[in-house]
């Protein structure tokens, strides 16, 4: 199957998932999207206290592999059963999501450009960038609302591995970004990635 793979990474709380969003918003069924967050690997053998320590911000955390398979699944026209994360319990839950095939796949994660087996299959990559304390602010909102954190928690966990795994693992892919855009509520950046889809899609058909 034809299929062009986009692929969106940045820092936490950058707007990767609003830019992403949108762009499903507009497109709907017309393309897919996988997260990289989904494919955190499973840790029913690790006690809760535990799994808050684990460095989420690390690779080393990431099923990749299983999102590669998946990926090249998608690309040969085959449905996926994307796994589930739950971010109460620093889990993978026991829900999976099937994700059909299109001619457009977004990636989206803060790794998603880090590394190379995966990079390599990305068409178009894209990065998104904010202040590091408008990140930090909206993280704190997100996992607060969304996610069922305390404060303490998440000021922990950024601290000791959300900020300096960004430095060593994330904020390098910026480089090897074709589009690095600031928030994802760049219009002008929507509107580039939308009209290349609308491209693509037009031309496929």
Do not use: W
């Not at 796994?83 to 993978?92: K, S």
């Not at 408008?134 to 900020?163: F, P, S």
């Amino acid at each position: 199957m034809d299929c062009t793979i986009i692929g969106v990474a940045g820092g936490t709380g950058s707007g990767k998932s609003t830019f992403t969003n949108r762009l499903k918003a507009c497109f709907k069924d017309g393309i897919s999207v996988i997260y990289y967050d989904n494919y955190y690997k499973c840790q029913n053998d690790i006690p809760l206290e535990e799994r808050k320590k684990v460095n989420y911000d690390s690779p080393d955390s990431l099923e990749t592999e299983l999102l590669i398979e998946h990926i090249q699944k998608l690309k040969n026209g085959e449905s996926v059963e994307c796994p589930v994360y739950d971010y109460t319990v620093h889990n993978r839950s026991d829900k999976t999501i099937t994700i059909e095939p299109s001619r457009v796949l977004i990636v989206e994660g803060i790794l998603a450009l880090a590394d190379e087996r995966l990079r390599s299959l990305i068409d178009i990559k894209v990065y998104v960038e904010a202040d590091a304390d408008e990140r930090i602010l909206r993280r704190v909102v997100r996992d607060v609302k969304e996610r069922g954190r305390d404060v303490e928690d998440i000021m922990r966990q950024y601290l000791t591995t959300v900020k300096p795994m960004h430095y060593v693992y994330v904020e390098p892919t910026k480089y090897l970004a074709d589009i690095v855009i600031n928030s994802g509520m760049n219009d002008v950046a929507f509107e580039l990635i939308k009209g290349k889809i609308e491209q693509l899609l037009s031309t496929i058909s």
